[in-house]
């Protein structure tokens, strides 16, 4: 199983960016696909996820401006990311859970400019 997550990159506050990561490989029907961010020194933290039977899940810091989606037929996950601040800048990276599988994805720089 593979992550290709594209996206990010620099963006002004206030802007907006969108993250996109397929998976391709044998994948369980029902799994968990997210995304994480993190920042320097720090561990990863969720920022968003669903479920393949559509459950979503925000951090409380991301609520109201960022917006998780999934493609189940071209296997791709999105994160619409809105009103954007400087505190969002971190490396974010795309996660898929099936069965004992927890997989990553490359991480993507997103730096917010204020």
């Known amino acids: 199983v593979q992550l290709q997550a594209s996206g990010g990159g620099l963006a002004q506050a206030g802007g907006s960016m969108r993250l996109s990561c397929a998976f391709s490989?044998?994948?369980?029907?029902?799994?968990?696909v997210g995304w994480y961010r993190q920042f320097p020194g720090s561990q990863r933290e969720l920022v968003a996820s669903?479920?393949?039977?559509?459950?979503?899940n925000y951090a409380d810091v991301v609520k109201g401006r960022f917006t998780i989606s999934r493609d189940n037929a071209e296997n791709t996950v999105y994160l619409q990311m809105d009103s954007l601040k400087p505190e969002d800048t971190a490396v974010y990276y795309c996660?898929?859970?099936?069965?004992?599988?927890?997989?990553w994805g490359r991480g993507t720089l997103v730096t917010v400019s204020s």
């Open positions: 996660n898929l859970k099936f069965l004992r599988q927890n997989l």
């Open positions: 490989g044998s994948i369980f029907r029902i799994n968990t």
């Open positions: 669903v479920t393949s039977g559509g459950t979503i």
